[in-house]
């Protein structure tokens, strides 16, 4: 370029360094976004209350014949939610198969080192329920209880058998 040439604007190095910073103030917070959410997602599901929901959800026939198989959960869902710490565990999470969605719930306690669900249910869209602890479709709220009250009876007396020596 010989020096009586004026340079065009969009020919300045100024153009890279701008446009670089607007790109990076658009990327970066999206990034950040991405890293926190895959983070979290990978601790949920490593967390063994949530495997477990969901071998039990899988292991059901009654809910593999209303969502198909596999059942697998929704992680970016406005109605997950979890809370976990060490002798507890509540589960709330958007579950879903080839033919429909679900919404999966449940207490867990940890009784000897190993977590036991309290309660497992799945809602579906109709707004069924099926206990996923005796694989039943549940009909009314008391009996729905009685399985859960069932089921913890049952849990605590395994655990009981299995704390006392031979």
């Not at 014949?65 to 509540?90: D, V, Y």
């Not at 719930?105 to 069924?128: M, Q, T, Y």
Request: glycine share 8%.
């Amino acid at each position: 370029m010989s020096s009586g040439m004026k340079r065009k604007w969009w020919e300045g190095p100024w153009v890279f360094v701008v446009g670089g910073c607007c790109l990076g103030c658009l990327i970066l917070p999206i990034a950040c976004v991405a890293l926190v959410g895959t983070g979290g997602f990978w601790a949920i599901s490593r967390n063994p209350v949530t495997q477990l929901a969901l071998e039990a959800a899988n292991e059901s026939t009654q809910l593999e014949t209303e969502l198909g198989a596999p059942i697998e959960f929704r992680w970016f869902s406005s109605e997950t939610q979890m809370e976990f710490n060490n002798s507890g565990a509540e589960i709330s999470v958007k579950i879903s198969g080839p033919k429909a969605t679900g919404h999966l719930s449940g207490n867990a306690e940890k009784i000897e080192d190993e977590w036991v669900f309290e309660r497992l249910e799945a809602r579906l869209e109709d707004g069924r329920v099926i206990d996923l602890l005796t694989d039943r479709e549940v009909s009314d709220e008391q009996e729905y209880e009685q399985l859960s009250l069932d089921a913890t009876a049952e849990a605590t007396s395994t655990s009981a058998e299995a704390a006392v020596p031979d």
